[in-house]
């Protein structure tokens, strides 16, 4: 693409950057793995303000440190407060091993990764791989289709439970060895809630945060395209909103370091200067429950340097009785429009004056909390964060050889199958004499080890195919030639994805998504040139 509108000239006849894009690559040739991704038609000038959720979308965590920091603090919960034996101490995180998309079968202890139409195709027992006949037995041989969802199940759809599923799947393995050693009555499902209990106690006294506080460059990858970013869709006239499950001391913490570097005990100490960059900030918002619109959940001002609440009389400010309170009211005036905790979708919708949900475009990161309530209950327009998308996207495109060979292997192995199905059938039905007949059987009997043969060989390139991505659990978005759950998710509720939110600034605010064609099967055949 041309280096279109790269300059314009001022008033004093000084050429300057126009507010068109926010990064020097804008308007040009986006490399794969930075671009966004469109399932359904957005047209970027109906948007009047676009939304963003914080955890792992604008603050994208290390799962190196962040996630083996709360698989400790997980483990010594487990052992100090609910009885598990000291030796889950020494225990190691794998942070590489699991990922999105999978589904824990609390009862019998099984990890299962499935496709769109919520059949298992890749099974493990702890970590132990489950044969093909187990998962038929066990997943595929009941009259009614189970629907993997709670409260028999858990879904790993965020990179939160990403080090849960892992300790899981140990804990599994640990009973299986070790029968007597794990808490009386603790079967499977017992165990993978004491898990979450385990987890929630860790976010619930602070430790983690604390943590992440103390030094955020260890935790939170930095990222310099997101303050750019931010400035371009305020100044192309949207407004800009933030609403973070985090309370307020965290994510000012977080987001000084995302907008400026600055830390808490660092040369250039936190402020409040990063809230220009919103026009509404909500702390504590209790998603997914933010985005019912009967939720009743009071919604109160935050007064920053104290962290003080103020009541609200939804969303308006209530006169203060006390000088001090006036004065803290006063200061947020100076600072942002509205710094708000809880409250509702309908409370955030007064105060942007929106007229209509698709004038709203929310990012996120987790397809339940921020994505399908978003879309499904308020129509919102949305784009997902699939950080796991960028290193995906750029293998498919070194393995493009290896993936049309496999297309090709698929294509041989369905035609000597047909072969092989034609000659058992002329067999059965053949009034042939008999020295034909063994001709025909002995042909057959080739065609049939041929058969066995390619597909041996297809199975095995698929397979070390799919180990590229994963050693484990393969494509993200694939479970053999299918759709996994998680891609069929995200086609279903996230109007665009991509790999990281600071991708936006690679494009016009004003561009119009649109995707790509759908094919049936019956199209691949004759596709035009």
Not at 306 to 312: A, E, K, V
Not at 468 to 488: C, D, I
């Amino acid at each position: 693409m041309d280096e279109v509108h790269r300059t314009v000239e001022g008033n004093d006849g000084t050429s300057k950057e126009p507010h068109i894009w926010a990064s020097p690559e804008g308007g040009r040739d986006i490399e794969i793995a930075k671009q966004i991704f469109c399932n359904r038609s957005l047209n970027m000038r109906n948007i009047v303000a676009v939304g963003f959720d914080m955890d792992y979308t604008l603050a994208q965590y290390k799962p190196e440190t962040f996630e083996s920091l709360a698989y400790e603090g997980t483990i010594r919960k487990l052992v100090y407060d609910l009885g598990y034996p000291p030796e889950l101490l020494h225990w190691t995180f794998d942070w590489t091993y699991m990922v999105r998309g999978l589904v824990l079968d609390k009862k019998r202890g099984n990890i299962l990764k499935m496709d769109r139409h919520k059949y298992v195709k890749v099974a493990y027992h702890g970590f132990r791989e489950m044969s093909k006949e187990e998962k038929v037995g066990t997943y595929g041989s009941t009259l009614i289709r189970d629907s993997f969802d709670e409260p028999d199940y858990a879904l790993i759809d965020t990179l939160f439970s990403l080090a849960e599923a892992y300790l899981f799947a140990q804990l599994v393995d640990f009973k299986d060895k070790n029968p007597g050693k794990v808490p009386q009555g603790a079967d499977y499902a017992r165990m993978y809630k004491d898990v979450r209990a385990a987890v929630d106690l860790c976010h619930r006294d602070g430790t983690l945060k604390q943590m992440v506080a103390e030094d955020p460059k260890r935790y939170i990858n930095e990222d310099t395209s997101i303050v750019p970013m931010l400035k371009m869709l305020r100044d192309s006239g949207r407004a800009t909103f933030l609403v973070t499950n985090s309370l307020w001391d965290y994510t000012n913490i977080v987001m000084n370091f995302l907008c400026g570097g600055r830390t808490m005990h660092g040369s250039d100490p936190c402020n409040f200067e990063w809230l220009k960059y919103f026009d509404v900030v909500v702390t504590g918002s209790a998603k997914p429950g933010f985005f019912h619109e009967d939720n009743r959940a009071g919604l109160f001002e935050v007064e920053p340097e104290s962290g003080m609440l103020l009541n609200t009389d939804n969303g308006t400010p209530m006169p203060q009785v006390s000088e001090l309170a006036s004065y803290c009211c006063f200061q947020i005036e100076i600072l942002i429009l509205v710094l708000m905790q809880g409250g509702s979708v309908g409370h955030l919708h007064k105060l942007l004056s929106i007229e209509s949900s698709s004038q709203v475009l929310y990012v996120g990161d987790h397809i339940y909390g921020d994505i399908l309530r978003s879309k499904k209950v308020l129509g919102w327009r949305t784009m997902l964060v699939v950080p796991e998308l960028e290193r995906e996207v750029e293998l498919l495109w070194q393995l493009r050889d290896t993936r049309r060979q496999l297309r090709l292997l698929r294509n041989e192995r369905d035609h000597i199958e047909d072969e092989v199905h034609h000659l058992k059938w002329s067999l059965n039905v053949s009034c042939l004499l008999s020295i034909a007949l063994l001709h025909l059987s002995c042909f057959s009997s080739n065609k049939q080890a041929e058969r066995d043969k390619v597909r041996i060989t297809h199975q095995q390139a698929q397979r070390e195919c799919h180990q590229k991505f994963h050693k484990v659990w393969g494509q993200l978005m694939k479970t053999g030639y299918q759709n996994s759950r998680f891609a069929h998710q995200v086609e279903r509720f996230a109007c665009l994805y991509t790999s990281q939110v600071s991708n936006i600034s690679l494009y016009s605010p004003d561009k119009y998504y649109r995707p790509s064609e759908d094919f049936m099967p019956h199209e691949f055949g004759i596709l035009p040139l």
